[in-house]
């Protein structure tokens, strides 16, 4: 569709960027903090740990100036299980609700909205120990602590999200880290875990109504439109089958409080079908969201079965938190030649970005807000202490019209948060696969002195968020 007259961005658009607690804070072991799964976990010798980050633990008032001199409108942030309950549950770490306590004033001070993320992989390694999301256990150990989160911010914080990225908790354990090696049946047990996090997830939707009347909270799984390979029938199937297993399966459950039927046969064939209670079930339909978050890079494309002359799996279909995959009886991950791609293999799809907003939407009538969207790339450091990132620039533009096109077509959007408000450690490439609008001034091994500088797309965006999204141009004095 063709239009001739945009509609503008509303004018109270939440303009933001996001982060998470493990990425960014830092002061993994100070202030009280217990270690969480992260802490715990093994990574490549040849990038960083998560040990110190981008230190905002320590700089979180000049990282908040910087916000504030970007423009923000919203400042999405993850607190840390473990810094407020070092053990999961039990004793408050009393240092721990102080941090967020100022940060929180902070953005207040600063007039940039809070958005909390409860929960973004970091769980508390205490119940790790016990068995994680497969021991029931932990849906009351996330409900005490959401809401003792919503006791001690909720008269400042208005928006919640609840989990992040679930679904590529589940479809990609592998990659995200959610299973002890040698786990037994791993995929039954993750399907096990996903219908806990929901009900953990619906508890604390309840919960959040009871407490915070004025307040809204709603998940915010990664969503991304599915193409068939080509238009013979079998591909679009295989597309259709990989829509529910991907997205309409967490969707369902969080609008719906039911499962989808076509991810539900698929896990029955599979043999990974949950133990799940008519009571569970009820908790589910009581547990409604208030808006839908999603994150948002790329679109997948699929076909019936392997390409022709195909002897094993191509990067496309390795695992990859962006990339498809393969499953050779429900979907294959196959090439979309009409696309291009970023430095690290994932395709670029502004275009996918509007009909994933408009597929939501669609289907679940509730307002939209993007979570994360960005551009992961070796940002280098030039004279001056400048970062000429005008690929960044380009990825957000291409994909903020194509917003603006969704908000015309008919989807209720109230906010744009794209990944990264500042650099940060990536899960799986480190500090050197860079998103922000701010360079932290460190590498893989050395910390250097974390300095902040600020690049080009800083720039950029800050004129995006005084024009309300009106001026894309990609030129901008810097």
């Known amino acids: 569709m063709k239009h001739q007259r ?42 960083t740990d998560f040990t110190v980050t981008s230190d905002h633990y320590h700089r979180f008032e000049q990282d908040v100036a910087l916000f504030a001199e970007l423009g923000l409108k919203t400042y999405r942030f993850s607190i840390a ?19 967020y306590q100022q940060l929180i004033d902070e953005l207040r001070r600063q007039q940039i909205e809070p958005l909390v993320t409860l929960y973004h992989f970091d769980l508390p390694w205490a119940l790790q120990e016990q068995g994680g999301w497969s021991n029931p256990a932990t849906i009351d150990a996330f409900e005490h602590f959401a809401r003792t989160a919503f006791e001690l911010y909720g008269d400042r914080v208005n928006y919640w999200l609840t989990i992040n990225e679930q679904n590529m908790m589940i479809l990609k354990g592998d990659v995200i880290g959610t299973l002890p090696p040698g786990t037994a049946d791993p995929q039954k047990t993750l399907y096990q875990q996903n219908h ?45 089958n990989f829509t529910a297993i991907r997205n309409w399966l967490y969707l369902d459950l969080a609008c719906f409080g039911r499962y989808n039927r076509v991810a539900w046969s698929f896990m029955a064939e599979k043999g990974y079908l949950p133990t799940i209670t008519e009571q569970e079930m009820a908790i589910l339909r009581q547990g409604k969201p208030d808006f839908i978050a999603f994150n948002y890079y790329a679109s997948a494309t699929v076909g019936a079965d392997l390409p022709q002359n ?8 390795r695992p990859d938190q962006q990339l498809a995959g393969i499953d050779k009886s429900v979907y294959v991950g196959t090439e979309n030649r009409w696309l291009q791609k970023n430095q690290f293999n994932w395709y670029i799809d502004p275009v996918g970005f509007r009909i994933t907003a408009r597929e939501i939407y669609d289907r679940y009538h509730l307002p939209l807000i993007v979570t994360e969207n960005g551009l992961g790339a070796f940002d280098e450091l030039a004279a001056g202490n400048k970062i000429y990132d005008d690929y960044r620039i380009d990825y ?12 015309t077509d008919g989807v209720e959007l109230f906010g744009y948060c794209p990944w990264s408000a500042i650099d940060l450690v990536s899960t799986h490439q480190g500090i050197r696969k860079r998103y922000g609008f701010i360079y932290v001034n460190r590498d ?35």
């Open 6 to 47: 945009l509609k503008p961005f509303p004018h109270d658009f939440l303009w933001g960027a996001s982060t998470s607690a493990y990425q960014v804070e830092g002061a993994w072991n100070e202030g009280g903090k217990g270690p969480s799964v992260i802490d715990k976990a093994t990574f490549s010798s040849n990038i």
């Open 81 to 99: 299980w473990s810094r407020l309950f070092p053990q999961g549950s039990g004793e408050l770490n009393a240092e721990g609700v102080a941090f």
């Open 196 to 240: 806990h996090m929901m009900l953990a997830q619906a508890k604390v939707m309840i919960a959040c109504h009871q407490m915070l009347p004025q307040a809204k909270i709603g998940p915010a799984p990664n969503i991304s439109c599915v193409y068939p390979a080509t238009s013979r029938p079998e591909d679009v199937l295989a597309a259709n």
């Open 310 to 317: 195909s002897a094993e799996q191509t990067p496309e279909q």
């Open 396 to 407: 957000l533009s291409a994909h903020i019209e194509q917003l603006q096109l969704a908000i």
């Open 444 to 478: 893989e091994k050395d910390l250097k002195d974390l300095a902040r500088y600020k690049k080009k797309s800083f720039a950029w965006y800050q004129r995006v968020i005084q024009s309300n999204g009106q001026n894309l141009d990609n030129s901008v004095e810097y």
